[in-house]
């Protein structure tokens, strides 16, 4: 899958979509990414362009010493959320977009 970064202008300034990425592996399938689905509906509605939300099949987390307790993961940016919540995310997007801004 080719994904493409979009490029906006924020006062001025050129800033790169921030990008969230949902593991959807098996582990944190199980461990609960599905209660994360809605963040596809509120990341587009609350950032527009801002933030793009995607999935990943996996993002490697668990195999790292493992790790499989701490699921489900989400990457924002380059950053990596373990026990993953709605609001964990939406939190690390807020430092994010108000860094940029």
């Known amino acids: 899958m080719i994904k493409l970064n979009y490029i906006i202008e924020t006062k001025g300034a050129l800033m790169e979509t921030i990008e969230v990425k949902i593991c959807s592996g098996t582990t944190c399938f199980v ?45 924002v940016a380059d950053t990596i959320i373990s026990e993953a919540t709605v609001e964990k995310v939406l939190a690390e997007i807020e430092k994010r977009v108000n860094k940029n801004e």
């Open 31 to 75: 461990m609960g990414s599905s209660f994360l689905n809605e963040l596809y509906e509120l990341i587009p509605q609350k950032y527009g362009e801002k933030v793009s939300v995607t999935q990943s099949l996996c993002l490697g987390q668990c195999s790292k010493q493992d790790t499989h307790s701490n699921a489900p993961y989400v990457k």
